[in-house]
């Protein structure tokens, strides 16, 4: 594991890094991005940067120039020799008095990179009743508070499941805690809109980009008539549902392995697209 915290590379992962009072850790006011690092080359970082301009802005936080978070992404990756690594970048508030009102000290920006194993071919999720709230304050941004994503995890676990399938406050389908929900109904190809207050995934814009897919809005009941579901995220790229809930499907199904053939041979051609 390598760090790097506001301008400082760290002997190691443990060093001491951030106050206690930083507005991240206090009250999770801040912003971050996983980008998947295959032989040393960040997949996609120029999206990824692109949409953690867009979170801050939502949140109202400044982002350090796109030219030093980019140098710090090389610090970390400098020397690396993992095959494939998840690297992380975040963006917090900075220092603050105890409570929600901001400080004036400036944002803490860290990069970290550690190794990663590859996710299996295929996976369980589970439904669970608690929705997001897709019309709140910071709907649809990729902030660091993943408290109920913690707790919904846990959930799935309990279940012998990878993921936990949201719906939002009208109980459509909406996502999972770090994962775009791709299915197939009568042949098609569909995904929700980013109206149901799912994040704008990387993965989830280069599927829609690369092969196509119905957006569209239905009641997470929808699952339960779907011949084949996915997952798609940055570090599991495209992934099969075996079982949702109690219902067991074929992973990866026809169109499940035509997507994935289709993003293998798009995102070999180029690491940035």
Same mark, same amino acid.
């Given at each position: 594991?390598?760090?790097?915290?506001?301008?400082?590379?760290l002997?190691?992962?443990?060093?001491?890094?951030?106050?206690?009072?930083?507005?991240? +850790?206090?009250?999770?006011? &801040?912003? +971050?991005?996983?980008?998947?690092v295959?032989?040393?080359?960040?997949?996609?970082?120029?999206?990824?940067?692109?949409?953690? &301009?867009?979170?801050?802005?939502?949140?109202?936080?400044?982002?350090?120039?796109?030219? #030093? =978070?980019?140098?710090?992404?090389?610090?970390?990756?400098?020397?690396?020799?993992?095959?494939?690594?998840?690297?992380?970048i975040?963006?917090?508030? &900075?220092?603050a008095?105890?409570?929600?009102?901001?400080?004036?000290a400036?944002?803490?920006?860290? =990069?970290?990179?550690?190794?990663?194993?590859?996710?299996?071919?295929?996976?369980?999720?589970?439904?669970?009743?608690?929705?997001?709230?897709?019309?709140?304050?910071?709907?649809?941004?990729?902030t660091?508070s993943?408290?109920?994503?913690?707790?919904?995890?846990?959930?799935?676990?309990?279940?012998?499941?990878?993921?936990?399938? +949201?719906?939002?406050?009208? &109980?459509?389908?909406?996502?999972?805690?770090? !994962?775009?929900?791709?299915?197939?109904?009568?042949? #098609?190809?569909?995904?929700?809109?980013?109206? !149901?207050?799912?994040?704008?995934? =990387?993965?989830?814009?280069l599927?829609? #980009?690369?092969?196509?897919?119905?957006?569209?809005?239905?009641?997470?009941?929808?699952?339960?008539?779907?011949?084949?579901? +996915?997952?798609?995220?940055?570090?599991?790229?495209?992934?099969?549902?075996?079982?949702?809930?109690d219902?067991q499907?074929?992973?990866?199904?026809? =169109?499940?392995?035509?997507?994935?053939?289709?993003?293998?041979?798009? !995102?070999?051609?180029?690491?940035?697209?």
């Amino acid at each position: 594991m390598k760090a790097w915290v506001n301008g400082r590379l760290l002997d190691g992962a443990d060093d001491p890094a951030l106050s206690v009072l930083d507005h991240g +850790f206090t009250v999770g006011d &801040g912003v +971050f991005e996983t980008v998947k690092v295959v032989s040393g080359r960040p997949f996609a970082l120029t999206r990824h940067l692109a949409r953690l &301009g867009r979170s801050a802005a939502g949140l109202g936080l400044a982002v350090p120039p796109d030219a #030093e =978070v980019r140098a710090a992404v090389d610090a970390v990756l400098a020397g690396a020799r993992w095959e494939l690594t998840r690297l992380r970048i975040t963006v917090t508030a &900075g220092i603050a008095p105890p409570g929600s009102g901001r400080g004036d000290a400036g944002p803490t920006l860290a =990069v970290v990179a550690g190794p990663m194993d590859p996710w299996p071919e295929s996976t369980a999720v589970v439904t669970v009743p608690w929705p997001r709230n897709d019309v709140g304050a910071v709907a649809g941004l990729k902030t660091t508070s993943y408290a109920e994503n913690v707790v919904a995890l846990a959930r799935a676990a309990e279940h012998d499941a990878g993921e936990a399938i +949201f719906p939002n406050t009208r &109980g459509q389908l909406c996502e999972g805690t770090g !994962s775009n929900v791709f299915y197939v109904v009568d042949g #098609e190809l569909r995904t929700p809109t980013l109206g !149901s207050g799912c994040l704008a995934g =990387v993965t989830r814009a280069l599927v829609l #980009e690369w092969y196509g897919a119905v957006e569209r809005d239905e009641p997470i009941s929808v699952l339960r008539d779907a011949t084949e579901i +996915f997952l798609a995220s940055t570090t599991r790229d495209v992934q099969g549902v075996r079982r949702c809930d109690d219902r067991q499907l074929e992973a990866p199904g026809p =169109v499940t392995r035509k997507v994935r053939a289709r993003w293998a041979e798009e !995102s070999a051609k180029n690491p940035d697209p």
